[in-house]
């Protein structure tokens, strides 16, 4: 992801007056806001001149802005969303990731590494006992219950979203992503072929998801018609920008010829027919629309979007 580069130094002109891009996909989108954020409030140990002026633009793409109800389908509690379903894909996956860390087989984490080191999981370290209070967990990185799927439920986007600004000086785009329609009133996939067959399923749950009726909804005026357009992996809804507790400044756009006289602190979104990793995984599955998102977001960038109040030179200073 481009933030952890940059923190680590590739960049070091960032600063107000050298302000970076941003580019996020699904949680990632979330993540870059909530390091918008974190440089607003001087969040950095070291660095007491960080500001929100550090990020010139951010775009989304499939940003989790305000949750998923796959996260339910999975394994989240609607009703306590910070905690796991005893059985459940999500605790599988969790299991799982314990034990692939506890084995700390080098060839295996060679090919991947969650980056869980710093929990010191190794049976090395650990031993059985380790392993089952992890298991349990009484330790490790699912202990505390800050990690990514509490806040990519409803509720937890919404406690996100509470204390998470969009800013007057930054632009803002975003591309939600929709593989449903509606037939004779009912939300549907909208083509077979056209969704990956690993997320064909979940586009089908989550266009059938219903709140429990006896679990108080995720925030006032929610309505599960409004969160049946998705993507496989995220609501269209939650998409297109921040909207939950307090909607932010947004603007639909149809086509990209419209992103010619742009203003800062407002989300300018538009809806792409298209499944959650149909422009990340490869060039060849989305084709030609894969080259086209891309070159609109590099021109935009370049083009349309700078600074409201550009550095003065000291020799302009003078006069």
């Known amino acids: 992801m481009y933030w952890v580069l940059v923190i680590a130094g590739n960049y070091p ?12 996909h699904s949680a990632g989108a979330q993540v870059v806001r909530v390091l918008q954020q974190m440089l607003a409030d001087k969040a950095f140990k070291g660095y007491e001149n960080t500001s929100e002026n550090w990020v010139l633009s951010i775009t989304s793409l499939s940003g989790a802005f305000n949750g998923t109800t796959r996260t339910y389908l999975d394994g989240m509690h609607p009703e306590d969303w910070k905690s796991l379903k005893p059985i459940s894909l999500l605790q599988i996956c969790r299991l799982g990731v314990i034990v692939y860390d506890w084995l ?3 060839w295996l984490k060679e090919y991947y590494n969650f980056g869980f080191d710093h929990f010191n999981m190794s049976w090395k370290k650990k031993g059985i006992s380790g392993l089952v209070d992890c298991l349990l967990g009484n330790v490790g990185p699912f202990a505390s219950g800050d990690w990514i799927l509490p806040d990519l439920t409803i509720q937890g986007s919404v406690e996100l979203n509470s204390h998470l600004h969009t800013f007057p000086n930054t632009y803002y785009f975003s591309y939600a992503t929709k593989r449903t329609r509606k037939i004779m009133g009912v ?20 266009s059938q998801w219903r709140h429990p009726s006896d679990v108080a909804p995720p925030f006032k005026g929610y309505r599960d018609e409004d969160w049946q357009d998705n993507d496989g992996a995220i609501n269209t809804i939650s998409m297109t920008h921040p909207r939950f507790p307090v909607e932010h400044p947004s603007h639909f756009i149809q086509d990209d010829s419209q992103c010619q006289s742009l203003q800062p602190g407002i989300w300018y979104y538009k809806v ?12 060849e599955r989305a084709g030609v629309e894969f080259d086209l998102m891309y070159d609109s977001i590099f ?21």
Not at 13 to 24: A, K, L, Q, S, Y
Not at 190 to 199: C, K, Q, W
Not at 272 to 283: A, Q, S, T
């Open 272 to 283: 792409v027919e298209g499944d959650h990793i149909l422009f990340i995984i490869n060039r």
């Open 299 to 319: 021109e935009r960038c370049r083009k349309h979007v700078f600074k409201r109040n550009p550095q003065m030179l000291p020799n302009e200073a003078q006069h």
């Open 187 to 206: 939300t549907v996939p909208s083509s077979i072929l056209g969704v990956h067959p690993l997320l064909l399923i979940r586009v089908l749950q989550m």
């Open 104 to 106: 700390d087989l080098a």
């Open 13 to 24: 002109e960032w600063d107000e007056d050298h302000p970076i891009h941003f580019v996020g």
